[in-house]
């Protein structure tokens, strides 16, 4: 499914967007899951708790205009497709500096509208070997060859080193789940735990042992598709 989250402080001019976008999902067959905001701080709280693959973004908005929205979304996801609506061409220039697939002037039309989804929604997401979290002192860019297993906790995410530092996620498990999974070397091997296939000492029926010696639970139902993960990873390097 194709998450999409529109920003705009428009409540009228979102409301058209969306059935926009539901007629583009009817006419392609495409499923989306449409989730529409009207302040970037909105925006950015909801892509956090569960990440967003195309965003579309005012420009002009009270308090947070959608360039300092738009800045702050690239310290935490250089790889979401980002494009502008707006009826403002004076920032188009700008846009560049946050890698904007497109900027579109309102108002906009179905057709346009539908061209920019088709364009989106047929590219694949930037492979990229670093994961950027939001933590307590910051945003943190991890290698993500570094992370050992990540584990849910208290509705944040931890995440375990090789080097034997923890650091704390302040995203849900979900959202990270969802951005690990795009790389083939992490499995979720229990509803509170996701591991780093390459990072892994041993398993057995029921646990995962980490190179740090970590013991992971592997659940009942996750038990085959890791064994496939693994060995896939492990010995052909081919993708689960």
Not at 27 to 47: F, K, Y
Not at 211 to 226: V, Y
Request: net charge negative; charged share 30%.
């Amino acid at each position: 499914m194709l998450k999409i989250i529109a920003c705009d402080d428009d409540v009228a001019f979102l409301d058209r967007l969306h059935r926009m976008i539901d007629r583009w999902s009817i006419e392609t067959g495409t499923a989306v899951d449409v989730v529409l905001v009207t302040r970037g701080e909105d925006l950015l709280a909801r892509h956090a708790a569960s990440r967003a693959d195309i965003i579309l973004l005012d420009m002009i908005m009270p308090l947070v205009n959608g360039m300092d929205t738009a800045r702050e979304l690239r310290q935490a996801d250089t790889a979401v497709r980002l494009a502008f609506l707006t009826s403002s061409p004076e920032f188009a220039l700008e846009s560049y500096e946050v890698r904007a697939f497109d900027y579109l002037l309102k108002p906009v039309t179905y057709e346009r509208l539908a061209q920019l989804l088709d364009e989106l929604s047929s590219m694949r997401p930037a492979a990229t070997d670093e994961l950027v979290i939001k933590t307590s002192f910051g945003y943190h860019a991890l290698r993500l060859s570094d992370i050992e297993y990540a584990e849910a906790r208290n509705k944040h995410v931890v995440f375990h080193l090789r080097d034997g530092r923890d650091i704390e996620a302040l995203e849900s498990f979900r959202s990270v789940e969802d951005r690990l999974a795009q790389n083939a070397t992490f499995f979720k091997c229990h509803r509170s735990y996701q591991v780093n296939l390459r990072n892994i000492d041993h398993f057995n029926r029921t646990d995962i042992v980490m190179r740090s010696g970590a013991c992971i639970p592997l659940s009942r139902s996750s038990k085959q598709g890791f064994q496939d993960a693994y060995f896939a990873v492990r010995f052909e390097g081919g993708r689960r």
